[in-house]
């Protein structure tokens, strides 16, 4: 591990471009050294150990003229410690990150200037808007939360804070994002789900993996906290299946379930390697009001809704018996802050199962019927959702997550129907 030190870090490796890092100052002394400070920001990129002569990776510059990694930590290391506290003052915005209130703010600080979230698109297709839009922005402060995707979202969440273009294929264009707004936690919800991905398998692969590398790569190299969502697809048959635990064989056999266990076994070994401070959930299917579906297996939970408000009828693609764990967003989205701002110390795991209910189409058909007695449920099987449903977790174990940094959903099935069919929430606004 003494010896890898020396080797460069994928992002500091010639082959996509922009990826060089500028080359280092000359400084006095060999050995681990300072580069000067920049009178706006102060991140890790500041700690560099200087390049040995001969190492370093071949190609653009030669090798003395780039940086060289961060050291790796041995995989037997601690999780790194927790990043400095902002300096007093410099920080404190608007009750938001790097508030003298906000604990966990400051703790993902590591010594940035200002420090800022950023989430790569978000939670269903209004995506960057569920997860940012929703708890991200209450929580931390509108102007402390950047979201950003391809496509632009509904006029409440374009309207809500600031919104970027960014296509996380475009690697010089998310290090841009980052070094220009001092961002310091990284949410990377940008992906092709199950079904959407075995219809276009290039575009998922492209999407799911490429672009998790360039988010690894740019979070690793400015290290920032990243939180990237896995999932119940990120098993697969050979699974066991009621309930699952969080360490167990994994075998999907989608692309989309393929490039969540890459992601998460990427992740933690940028985390043992480079200390990068990777944290992961894995979601079951999310209910929320507030968006539509994204092309998921577990899409009908949510379609449901709009359907029996609209039309007091739904047709199913599912099976009535199948069932699946889920979620509602509130539940989902407060997980995530949660796990993002527990002391790393408390996390024995880097990668948790969360879970709140378990559920058929039929269950859910009966509970919508005790609000809306007219409500007729049929079912067309879609065979290629089914063969995916047929092959995860119908139950999910997560007592880790509740035992380590103290998850509790509030949200069980009842709760749940009775929020969505509110007259508060989109579904009923929408309809
Ligand atoms: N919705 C759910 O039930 C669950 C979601 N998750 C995870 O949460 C994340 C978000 O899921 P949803 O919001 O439901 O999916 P979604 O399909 O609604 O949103 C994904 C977003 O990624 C964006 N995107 C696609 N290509 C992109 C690119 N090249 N650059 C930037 N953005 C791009 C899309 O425009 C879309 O807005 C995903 O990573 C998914 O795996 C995990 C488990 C359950
Ligand atoms: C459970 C998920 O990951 C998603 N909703 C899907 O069905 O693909």
Request: hydrophobic share 35%; charged share 20%; aromatic share 8%.
């Amino acid at each position: 591990w003494e010896a890898l030190a020396e080797l460069p870090a994928p992002w500091q490796c010639p082959g996509k471009a922009g990826r060089l890092a500028p080359p280092l100052p000359e400084t006095p002394r060999a050995g681990l050294t300072r580069a000067p400070r920049s009178p706006l920001i102060l991140h890790p990129a500041s700690w560099r150990r200087r390049p040995i002569p001969g190492k370093g990776c071949q190609g653009n510059g030669g090798p003395a003229s780039r940086p060289t990694l961060p050291a790796p930590r041995a995989p037997s290391d601690p999780a790194p410690p927790p990043g400095r506290p902002l300096k007093k003052g410099i920080g404190e915005r608007r009750g938001g990150f790097g508030s003298g209130e906000d604990k966990g703010a400051r703790l993902s600080a590591r010594g940035a200037v200002g420090s800022r979230a950023a989430c790569c698109s978000g939670l269903a297709s209004c995506s960057s808007a569920s997860l940012g839009g929703s708890v991200g922005r209450k929580r931390f402060g509108k102007d402390n939360v950047i979201l950003s995707d391809i496509r632009k979202p509904p006029d409440h969440i374009f309207h809500s804070g600031p919104f970027i273009y960014s296509d996380i294929l475009d690697y010089k264009n998310l290090r841009e994002i980052v070094v220009n707004n001092r961002i310091t936690w990284l949410f990377h919800y940008s992906a092709l789900l199950s079904a959407v991905g075995e219809a276009n398998v290039p575009l998922a692969r492209a999407v799911n993996i490429t672009g998790l590398h360039n988010v690894l790569d740019v979070a690793a190299e400015h290290n920032l906290r990243l939180f990237v969502p896995s999932t119940i697809g990120a098993f697969g048959p050979t699974s066991p299946r009621n309930p699952t635990p969080d360490l167990c064989i994994q075998r999907p056999r989608t692309i989309y379930g393929v490039s969540k266990v890459h992601a998460e076994l990427m992740g933690e070994y940028y985390h043992y390697r480079y200390g990068l401070d990777f944290r992961c959930l894995r979601y079951p299917g999310i209910i929320s009001a507030d968006s539509q579906p994204g092309g998921g297996t577990t899409d009908y939970a949510v379609r449901i809704f709009h359907d029996a408000i609209k039309n007091g009828k739904f047709e199913c693609n599912l099976k009535s018996s199948t069932r699946l764990p889920m979620m509602y967003i509130d539940d989902c989205l407060r997980a995530t802050l949660e796990v993002m701002e527990a002391p790393a110390e408390s996390l024995s795991m880097r990668t948790y199962n969360v879970n709140a209910m378990s559920f058929t189409p039929e269950d859910l058909a009966q509970e919508l019927l005790k609000h809306i007695p007219e409500f007729q449920i049929t079912y067309n099987v879609d065979s290629v959702r089914q063969a995916i449903a047929d092959s995860w977790p119908m139950n999910f174990d997560d007592s880790n997550a509740r035992k380590d940094w103290g998850w509790k959903h509030d949200f069980d099935l009842p709760e749940l129907v009775t929020t969505m069919l509110n007259s508060d929430t989109r579904v009923a606004q929408a309809n």
